[in-house]
């Protein structure tokens, strides 16, 4: 009948518009879909490799504290025993993620509920600057100073997770901070309003409104915190010691799955066992940090309530 | 990659070889090869060489796998599992030697072998036994697969297990951690030992080239540059620039190696020394 | 006067732990600069660097890290917006989203040597790019997505959706209410997203060891066409990034001088990115102020 | 709160043109029933009220005639738009919000500039002529009873604005499009008198060429600008007539409850 | 907008008991001023409205009242309470915000559940006890005429609401707190007939044992339930006075015309 009427039934610059969007955005979903699929296969075919080649037991691998892939026990069986790496791994990282989250979040706090305007802007750049420290700095860092300072009080060689512990501290510091400021500021102002005009103080308002509203973003500042200190090695490998015993306390040394992947993989060859035993570290630490996600996410869900809108 | 050879025309050559060559592995032997590389192209400016680091492991799988045109490497690629030796040319381009060292305050500076060996294999842990302080050993090994721990072992453990202990992946930071850790040994290639470490002697002989050369010494290795099949036209060209008096006489000793030229013994894969 | 005096308390230990946090960023930084930037002078930051005797500079990789930013950054930045749009726009709330959110994060906490070897395998060996400044910004670019996405779909969510329906009802497309109105919005909390992912690219170096490379021949700063070997542009030429150069200094150099320029590239660095950070920020505002002429 | 027999309904048939009906339109929000069965028609150039208690499904209703419940509810049922069924999946939406413009409770300017709050929207439906532009936005503006305020500061942030101001500058943003249906949801309440009364004016002069549904809980607004009110209760239409009818004799008990508790 | 001459004032001196009053009010947002020179005083147990056009600084001067512009505006002046001046540095802030409540213009509940909305500022304030809580919760509830609608479902998230029932808890949440003083700001402004009355009613009850200020731009609603109201224009106070001689016999012109305004 009329111009409006055919123009209702056709497509228009809009509809063209709202297709080509969608095709970018499902297209670079796909992309690191693809890209994530394509790394979990190389990572799982070659870190099963180890036990669907070379035999070893599984079983073997997560509960034995003997790593020497070369070598065979008196048994005949390759020692790849993978437990003391898996232990010092989640020690480090949840004590690291403990140690910080306090701090980062408290500092968070500041900078977005108690600080005036210039406070914040001064901390913000300082704090993104330290993210940009290479790990060998760290590393180093940890070693004039830390591993020493650790020495000094505790005795022993100072190295061990008590200092990897606290160089993860500093190294995550600035990612859960900004990443927990950034989640607190997306909390709304009305609901500091609504609290205030009931005649909470500051800190009940922090605390019962803010926190608990920001929970899930701040949730998700600790795991990539968590996950920061979970992928690192070169600062790590520096403080840890590398040794590849079970941890007895602290300040013994150890050795991290990220630590001895990265120490050895140059020095081994491609589809031999010492190479696919490494690359079964990292599968389990993807593993790992596979868990912590899923735990946080749980831990998250439960703490929200239902049925928001 | 497409843009390899289109640029160079405007530079005066010696040389119609034209060609990329990458050389991987052994970070012990990078500086030297990437030095020498750099000189190389002043004169075969056709020719493009890109050195990268990796490991000794990484050199030969590589290389073996024919991903690289050189895979460097610090051990024989017989002593490497997963190898085949036999696809593979050695050019052995340069002699490093390797030393035991020491924090200063350890207060031991000659030990024997078999003083070397227990303490490596756990045995004697303190170093009073040895006639210094009363001071706890702390062993910091190499990376298992390295090629300096490997020719250290051989040389020096006999076939027995090294104790387990801490282990560092690189030269430097050895070098680091025993200079700062009290009572601390490890060892290092010449190159990298300063003031800040005590480097030991054995049985009385000290850690120098000239022990090395006549095998006085006994802790000692070649840099090897393997190629898969004899080398071919650029590749050829540039590793027998390698061997040439160029880089034997100078840089070779500027990075703290010696020269093949200057040694009076040979080894072969399996340790065997025999005069040249 | 409970309350009051819990939050009396609690204001205390908040002071308290940002104190603590402030001491340990300012000694950090300061041990940091204090030891490099005496020895940073001009000639270090213009001549190159040295295999084996001392005086040499960081040029070369210092260039590298900006470039290598850029290129990571330009490959990175329009996938992430891609991604981030799916997840706060389009994606329900169902397991698959689950399931790609946390595959996503997944993909963050892997060490870096992972990347790097896989990197390598695919990038450099398979795909053939050869140990490249592209390698590197490709390798890269899987750190960075899932950072910038998580961080760019936190942004767009905090966006009200007055503002959606505001666009909608105009007979908007969804595409252009999201990219034009909740965007510019979401700018300032994506800056943040972008300055750290900056930071990580600065500061990596396990991942580039096998990607860009440990190496950086001399280049042809006059030389402006990207497709000729010597350019300095060529994104296909090897590239030691300063990280990278620290690591190589301290782990297997034989330089002299090896710790003298760990240090002083290690406060070029912090420079650096101090410049960058303020810069980022500063423009960011601007585009903000402008796309939504805040005052 | 009483209870009514909701079976029980008056639905006046409207005699003249009519620019918008539906036919059995049914909301569902998840599970929940929000819209049961309504069918209206509106009449062209004309008010029409939806009045009716909080939660009644006035605003539920009203977001359904442009489609805005698109994602967020299931609709069922016909809307008949220039003999077309616009609640198909088929149809072109942005056309549909092209041509039936809505204006919200709460005001939701774009972060951008007054100017381009206005002519964006335009911008992107490809008028880029400057001068038309610029008479869109000063006509815009000052129907919506905001020119004399922001004439001098047209590229100060719409966010500066107070609340009134900016739901002002929402119903300019909207009239710009030139719609042919504008659809308010309680535009006014949180407007002062004197705005309230500008823009009440202003819809007044629109209905020559507009035709204006809009929901009010301000039962002296409904009976002084509207021709025809929809009373809604619990998800039903109730009544439906003339506002005089309505608003003087309301043919079912619910709606004369309502209307009375206002002015009881 | 017209001209007037601000000089002229009119305000009533109160007779009767004060609860709260302010002398020389100033308010400035950065360099620009809101408020000039508010002198007024609220009698004790009475309900009195603010009104104004959009932007005249009602809401600006109300929040001054229980100091919820700390930070956002710069106030200087005396506000005396209980003898004592509550604008002053050394005052307790949240014991002023205790006693003096307040409920604002767009609904803001927590991200809680309704019940937790209620409770959460009252367990704060050491209320522990259960049957307390549940008291408090079930009156609150049913004097913001809520009760019926969320009796039976307390523990869904406030933000589940309709604009109006969210409002209706705010003012719940604010009422439970037993406060002295309850400042509303345009509290009614997304509610519908129903709920405002009801609304109303609850504020006259709550006016035997409560002090009320009210912001407005309801004419009908602060004729209905104020007792005294002020004339806000343009940041000055113009007059002030018991709500009948305001609303029929203004002394100044500015006044009438926007009373008239929203009859005319
Ligand atoms: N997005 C939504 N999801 C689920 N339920 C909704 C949603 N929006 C509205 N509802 C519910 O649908 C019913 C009708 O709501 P609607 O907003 O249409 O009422 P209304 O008449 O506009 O009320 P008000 O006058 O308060 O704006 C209410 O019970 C409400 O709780
Ligand atoms: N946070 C703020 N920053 C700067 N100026 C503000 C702020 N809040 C209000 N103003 C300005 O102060 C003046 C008074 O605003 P106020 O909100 O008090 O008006 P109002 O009478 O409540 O209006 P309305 O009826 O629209 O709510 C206005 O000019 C407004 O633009
Ligand atoms: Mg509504
Ligand atoms: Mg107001
Ligand atoms: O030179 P290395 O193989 O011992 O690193």
Redesign the interface.
Known sequence: MDDIQTRLQKSSRATRQDYFGKVICYSCIGLIILLVACILYFIASKGLATFTQNGVKFWNFLTQSDWKPGDVDKYGNPQVGALPMIVTSFSVTILAALLATPFAIGAAIFMTEIANKKGAKFLQPVIELLVGIPSVVYGFIGLSLIVPFIRGIFGGTGFGILSGTLVLFVMVLPTITSLSVDSLKSVPMHYRQASLALGATRWQTIYKVILKAAAPGLLTAVIFGMARAFGEALAVQMVIGNAVLMPKNLISPASTLTSKLTTEIGNTVMGTLPNNALWSLALVLLFMSLLFNLIVRFIGRRGNIKNER | TGCSNSSTASKSSSSDISGKITAVGSTALQPLVEKAAGDFQKDNSKINITVQGGGSGTGLSQVQDGSVKIGNSDIFAEQKDGIDAKKLVDHKVAVVGMAPVVNKDAGVKNVTMDQLKQIFTGKITNWKDLGGKDEKITVVNRAEGSGTRATFEAAVLNGEKAVKSQEQDSNGTVQKIVSTTPGAISYLAFSYINDKVEALSIDDVKPTDDNVSDNKWKIWSYEHMYTKGNPKDATEKFIKYMKSDDVQKKLVKDMGYISTNDMKVQKDAKGTVTDK | M???K??KI??G???G??G???A???S??G??LYNGVPDVNWHFLTSEAQ???AGGGVRDQLFNSLYLLVLALIISL??????G???S??AKDNWVNDV?R??????????????G??GY??LV?QL?????IMAGAIALT?FN?P?L???IE??LS?V?D??R????????????T????IL??ALP?IL?GL??C???I?????AL??TA???A??VDYANWNP?????FL?P?R?AET??VH?????????TPD?SVI?SAS?AV??IV??IF??GA?YLGNKLFKK????? | MKTYDFSQQYINKIEQEVALSTNNVQVHYGKSHAIFDASLSFPRFQITSLIGASGSGKSTYLRCLNRMNDKIAQVDGEIIYRNTDINSKKINVYEVRRHIGMVFQRPNPFAKSIKENIQFALKNNGINDKNELQKRLETSLKDAALWDEVKDDLDKSALALSGGQQQRLCIARSIAMHPDILLLDEPASALDPISTSKIEETLKLLSKNYTIIIVTHNMQQASRISDYTAFFHMGHVIEYNKTKNIFTAPEIKATEDYISGDFG
């Open positions: 409970n309350a009051k819990s939050d609690a204001t230990i908040i002071y732990l940002v603590i946090v402030v340990i960023l300012i950090l930084l041990y940091i295999s084996f005797s329009p996938i992430a917006l891609g991604a749009i799916y997840l726009e389009y790609i946390t595959s996503i994060e997944v993909l963050s906490s892997l060490p870096s040597v992972v990347v070897l896989f395998l695919l060996i053939n790019l050869g140990f490249s899987f997505l950072l996405t998580r961080n936190e942004s905090s009200p007055l503002q329906e505001a666009g909608t009802s105009l007979g908007l497309s969804g595409w252009k999201i990219t034009k109105i510019p919005m909390g943040t300055i750290l900056s930071g990580r600065f500061g990596e170096a396990a060891i096998y490379g440990q190496s021949p001399s497709f000729t070997e010597t350019s060529n296909m090897p300063l990280a620290i690591w190589k200094v301290n782990t297997e150099s034989v090896a760990s290690s660095l912090i990115i101090l950070n303020l920020r796309m939504t002429a805040a005052k």
